[in-house]
């Protein structure tokens, strides 16, 4: 089973600060048909968080899903003399997170909840509705969306007609089967149990603080997914998949990277497909180090697609704003398995790549995808040597 996730970061961020000290423009509300919420039921879902969170931990290793490099950062202590890295938090979390101080109590549980067991993501990836599909809570990124994955299977020489492109969005929170179906099939958590925490979180969800689910910090999120030959128990075949949530694009498109963000990040996770295609993700590297290779890796295969004449023929401008993309979302969890590399590392390796692009003879060839990854792998030293300045 083998997934790539790169956009963890304003998880993991919100994870951390919602805390629980105690116990799109014209959306509407769904009408609420359960019962009202009481306080003992918020109760009941604050007393199994505990267990459930340790099953969580289990089942998203077991999906392979990546532990969240900013939760891992904060965890533990940076070496200053080796890497620059700043502690300020990047401003697309800052941009996502606002408001979070006056949520109340049963809002903080529901979002943790949401968070924790990554459910609209979590569904897309093994429970897709049928198309057509839309990107973004409002649909504003959905022809960008679909335009560059037909380049993308057209630029790359892998097999890559089985690849489907899915949403993932955060209003599916008020679907309460969809929620219990997640709960039961892939957590193992008795039926009434799940919909009851699956009616408690949509009374909390829908709601204008949390646009009736389509906030962003729900979907900040994409995947890459390959699970040739191993159906799992409950779903079966899972086809290749890119999931692509609402809230990465419309959290960057608050801090305006929104005319790059979807072409950078759909590069990225294709780039991952490449990997599977083509067998490299192994390494002789491991932990931390091997995950930062084949995260910087997906950095390099996507920004020589964005930036080739043949590709998304970005210019230098354009370079510059969808290398913020992934400068926000570096990370310096050192020890972190999820390492995906520091934000200067990310930089770094766009740039790098870039300039192969650039430099392509004759001009417009586009290199196959091993001997690019060849280039790479001569080049990972430099792309990861220490920067500190002091």
């Excluded at 940076?78 to 809002?107: F, H, K, L, M, R």
């Excluded at 037909?150 to 690849?163: E, P, T, V, Y």
């Excluded at 599916?172 to 193992?188: E, H, I, N, S």
């Excluded at 075949?237 to 305006?256: K, N, S, T, W, Y």
């Amino acid at each position: 089973m083998r997934k790539r996730t790169i956009w963890t970061t304003a998880l993991a961020a919100a994870t951390l600060a919602i805390g629980l000290a105690a116990p799109p423009a014209n959306a509407v509300p769904v009408a609420t048909t359960t019962a009202t919420v009481t306080s003992s039921q918020a109760d009941q879902l604050l007393a199994q968080l505990p267990a459930w969170r340790e099953q969580a931990a289990v089942v998203r290793a077991r999906l392979g899903l990546d532990d969240s490099p900013l939760r891992e950062a904060t965890l533990n202590a940076i070496d200053p003399t080796q890497y620059e890295c700043s502690p300020a938090q990047p401003p697309v979390v800052t941009a996502i997170t606002a408001g979070i101080a006056n949520w109340t109590a049963d809002q903080r549980l529901a979002a943790l909840y949401v968070l924790l067991f990554d459910l609209p993501m979590t569904e897309a990836v093994y429970f897709p509705t049928p198309g057509p599909y839309t990107f973004g809570a409002r649909g504003d990124f959905t022809t960008k969306a679909t335009h560059t994955f037909r380049d993308l299977r057209n630029f790359w020489d892998i097999k890559s007609d089985d690849i489907q492109l899915v949403p993932a969005h955060g209003r599916m929170l008020l679907d309460t089967a969809r929620v219990t179906k997640v709960f039961t099939t892939f957590y193992g958590f008795p039926q009434t149990t799940s919909l009851n925490t699956a009616e408690f979180i949509k009374a909390q969800v829908n709601t204008a603080t949390f646009n009736y689910g389509d906030t962003a910090l729900f979907t900040f999120n994409a995947y890459a997914n390959s699970m040739e030959g191993q159906p799992l128990p409950g779903v079966g075949d899972v086809p290749d998949r890119i999931v692509l949530g609402d809230g990465v694009l419309d959290g960057f498109a608050q801090v305006g990277l929104g005319d790059v963000t979807t072409q950078a990040i759909l590069a990225h996770e294709f780039g991952h497909h490449v990997q599977f295609e083509d067998g490299l993700f192994a390494s002789p590297l491991t932990g931390p180090e091997a995950t930062r290779r084949t995260e910087l890796m997906a950095d390099a295969f996507g920004s020589y697609f964005l930036t080739h004449a043949r590709g998304a023929a970005m210019n230098w401008k354009r370079v510059q704003e969808f290398g913020q993309t992934f400068y926000q979302v570096g990370d310096c969890g050192f020890t972190a398995v999820g390492h995906h590399g520091t934000p200067n590392q990310r930089l770094r390796t766009i740039l790098w790549a870039h300039n192969i692009a650039d430099s392509a003879r004759p001009q417009g060839h586009i290199l196959p995808s091993r001997t690019f990854d060849t280039l790479f792998e001569q080049a990972l030293p430099q792309l990861v040597a220490p920067d500190a300045t002091n």
